[in-house]
């Protein structure tokens, strides 16, 4: 089992995670091998907040060119978060 600190990676903060954090969603960058279960704990144990639903998804590295040469981002999975009514994470307070 992973160590919370392990789980979450980093939070994104986009224009749309901006808007999603008005119904107490937040959005996580997380490990690639971490279920819902333990990414759930892990956002109750940090932040100390109740979590309502987790729902993952993993995205595709995307290609990327450097003049000749080509590669690929690496993949990477994303948490959507969604707390009890009232509850904030003071991450993303300003």
Not at 14 to 29: A, P
Not at 43 to 55: G, K, P
Not at 71 to 87: C, D, F, M, R, V
Request: net charge positive.
């Amino acid at each position: 089992m992973r160590s919370p600190h392990e789980v979450l990676i980093k939070p994104l903060v986009t224009e749309k995670t901006t808007d999603l954090m008005q119904e107490n969603k937040y959005i996580f960058k997380v490990h690639p091998k971490a279920n819902k279960i333990e990414i759930k704990n892990a956002v109750e144990v940090i932040f100390d907040v109740n979590v309502i639903e987790v729902r993952t998804m993993n995205m595709p590295g995307k290609l990327k060119r450097q003049g000749r040469s080509v590669g690929y981002t690496s993949n990477w999975k994303k948490a959507i978060i969604t707390l009890e009514p009232g509850q904030r994470l003071p991450i993303f307070e300003e």
